[in-house]
């Protein structure tokens, strides 16, 4: 059974801080991806990566930045927190190509 | 680049009723179309797909279809329950690095 887990359920963080977002999974997926999920607005690709130190930005990059060192962990920085990334934020993963997605348990960030 | 357009964007329904989603993608070679569901508080989680050399599976209660001539999906949900509740998501994927693009999301719900 796949697991993917992320470090937090719920963070709450103050304008300007450097925010890190863990995520991780135990099944060797090549690819992994960052969502953002607000109300009305579906899940939104910020950063995807196809295999270890490799990234593509998605739809949503400002703002962000990844660091995948190992291929089991994808982390999502936030260089300087602003109100308006307040959101829950997914993590999935994939074997590779067209293929079923899996996701984390999400991670809710409030910005004050 | 690819564009999903998922409707309804809410759709209430009585058990045992059917509930059909639809969704129109923009990008000729998209060839894999997953839907996910996301029950309240909880992660996405594949209920089904379909590739883009079949114009119809069915798993149970619910079926997806493909018209890739119009380049429409739809799922369908036969015989309703109260667990079916939850947000639904369609994507589209085409080749390449085959990142998703998700629909916004259907909120369905199911009265007892």
């Known amino acids: 059974d796949v697991k993917v887990t992320q470090s937090s359920r719920y963070l709450v963080k103050r304008t300007g801080e450097k925010v890190f977002l863990e995520c991780v999974q135990d099944?060797?997926?090549?690819?992994m991806f960052w969502y953002r999920q607000d109300p009305g607005l579906g899940l939104r690709l910020i950063y995807f990566?196809?295999?270890?130190?490799?990234?593509e930005k998605g739809d949503i990059p400002e703002g962000y930045s990844v660091s995948r060192e190992k291929k089991e962990r994808f982390s999502l920085i936030l260089e300087s927190a602003s109100t308006n990334q307040t959101s829950m934020y997914l993590c999935?993963?994939?074997?590779?190509?067209?293929?079923?997605?899996?996701f984390g348990p999400g991670t809710r960030l409030t910005v004050l | 680049g690819e564009n999903v357009e998922q409707h309804p964007s809410t759709l209430s329904v009585q058990e045992g009723d059917s509930a059909v989603i639809k969704c129109t993608y923009s990008?000729?070679?998209?060839?894999?179309f997953p839907w996910y569901k996301q029950e309240l508080g909880k992660r996405p989680q594949l209920i089904i797909d379909?590739?883009?050399?079949?114009g119809e599976k069915k798993d149970q209660r619910i079926a997806v279809t493909l018209n890739k001539t119009a380049k429409h999906f739809s799922l369908h949900i036969t015989e309703t329950q109260p667990e079916d509740s939850a947000v639904y998501f369609c994507?589209?994927?085409?080749?390449?690095?085959?990142?998703?693009?998700f629909g916004r999301g259907t909120s369905l719900i199911v009265h007892p």
């Open positions: 999935a993963s994939r074997v590779g190509g067209p293929d079923t997605q899996y």
């Open positions: 099944m060797d997926h090549e690819n």
């Open positions: 990566s196809y295999d270890v130190k490799m990234k």
């Open positions: 990008d000729s070679a998209s060839n894999y």
């Open positions: 379909i590739r883009s050399n079949v």
């Open positions: 994507a589209a994927l085409s080749g390449g690095s085959y990142i998703p693009t």
